[in-house]
T-cell receptor, first 109, second 115 residues
Framework: GQNIDQPTEMTATEGAIVQINCTYQ??????LFWYQQHAGEAPTFLSY??LDGLEEKGRFSSFLSRSKGYSYLLLKELQMKDSASYLC??????????WGAGTKLIIKP | GAVVSQHPSWVICKSGTSVKIECRSL??????MFWYRQFPKQSLMLMAT?????????EQGVEKDKFLINHASLTLSTLTVTSAHPEDSSFYIC???????????FGQGTRLTVV
């Protein structure tokens, strides 16, 4: 079956750096997405990786290793507004998005 | 970025009635739209995929006669929850994607409460 694993919850301190990991086992691979979702709101797009390596976008970076079925989202200079759930999603060979359960990130002052 | 507008943001309805949720792409042509349901503290669950002008493809376990999806134009898709029951109370989210594009953009979501 298809599966995406990410930690349920993480806690970090304002101003620090946090890495949220995502491992996946899917039928084929056509890209990996990271989304941010604040409570009660729809997800917003953060990043897209289809080739191995690091994609940097401001304070957020996303890394992909296709051979390991592994990705991480790196958040730097954490701000209180970064408290949210972070969803990892993989597009499989049928171009369907397979979603992880999300990682709830709690930022403490 | 592209904008997807979902309406209403929240709705309360009586058990047994039907509710229609609209999803509009405001500045692009959405050839494909996706409808998700999300229960509290859970991830998104894909309900169906619709392509403009054709019937929606429903995921296993989703009742097509209960969740009616119409994608009649390149900018509008609707989800109608028919004969709603309290267990249908959930957060419903649409996303839309333009042909040839990688990213799908999400609407704001609709919180449905059936009493």
């Amino acid at each position: 079956g298809q599966n995406i694993d990410q930690p349920t919850e993480m806690t970090a301190t304002e101003g620090a750096i946090v890495q949220i990991n995502c491992t996946y086992q899917t039928s084929g691979f056509n890209g990996l997405f990271w989304y941010q979702q604040h409570a009660g709101e729809a997800p917003t797009f953060l990043s897209y990786n289809v080739l191995d390596g690091l994609e940097e976008k401001g304070r957020f970076s996303s890394f992909l290793s296709r051979s390991k079925g592994y990705s991480y989202l790196l958040l730097k200079e954490l701000q209180m507004k970064d408290s949210a759930s972070y969803l990892c999603a993989v597009r499989d060979s049928n171009y369907q998005l397979i979603w992880g359960a999300g990682t709830k990130l709690i930022i403490k002052p | 970025g592209a904008v997807v507008s979902q309406h209403p943001s929240w709705v309360i309805c009586k058990s047994g009635t039907s509710v229609k949720i609209e999803c509009r792409s405001l500045d692009f042509q959405a050839t494909t739209m996706f409808w998700y349901r999300q229960f509290p503290k859970q991830s998104l669950m894909l309900m169906a995929t619709s392509n403009e002008g054709s019937k929606a493809t429903y995921e296993q376990g989703v009742e097509k006669d209960k969740f009616l999806i119409n994608h009649a134009s390149l900018t509008l898709s609707t989800l109608t929850v028919t004969s709603a029951h309290p267990e249908d109370s959930s957060f419903y989210i649409c996303s839309a994607r333009e042909a040839g594009e990688t990213e799908a953009f999400f609407g704001q979501g609709t919180r449905l409460t059936v009493v």
